[in-house]
Nanobody, 121 residues
Framework: QVQLVESGGGLVQPGGSLRLSCAASGSIFKIYAMGWHRQGPGKQRELVATITSGGSTNIAESVKGRFTISRDNAKNAVYLQMNSLKPEDTAVYYC???????????????WGQGTQVTVSS
């Protein structure tokens, strides 16, 4: 029914930039919030950033000032602009969405398949 498709990961040198994209497919009744989490090697999954349909954002302290989250409600898409990347940003980045697929459905969290970001020289 609902799929979150991510793109934009890859290998980048320290100090470089990447932009991640995620789009929710399907006929969706309402998306309340979208965001990004990440899971580094040997680490637990952690919140990176979220954004509501109204544009309110929540950014993790570890990336504040370097990462920016934005959203295109018309496209059911969310973006993560990552600047000044550090080796510790290396992780699989997962898109997630808090949405209601149908007006008779309940709100659910959906996850993308993840995209690898590697920061290394």
């Amino acid at each position: 029914q609902v799929q979150l498709v991510e793109s934009g990961g890859g290998l980048v040198q320290p100090g470089g930039s990447l932009r991640l994209s995620c789009a929710a497919s399907g006929s969706i009744f309402k998306i309340y919030a979208m965001g990004w989490h990440r899971q580094g090697p040997g680490k637990q999954r952690e919140l990176v950033a979220t954004i509501t349909s109204g544009g309110s954002t929540n950014i993790a302290e570890s990336v504040k000032g370097r990462f920016t989250i934005s959203r295109d409600n018309a496209k059911n898409a969310v973006y993560l602009q990552m600047n000044s990347l550090k080796p510790e940003d290396t992780a699989v980045y997962y898109c997630n969405a808090d949405l209601q697929y149908h007006y008779l459905d309940i709100r659910r969290y959906y996850w993308g398949q993840g995209t690898q970001v590697t920061v290394s020289s």
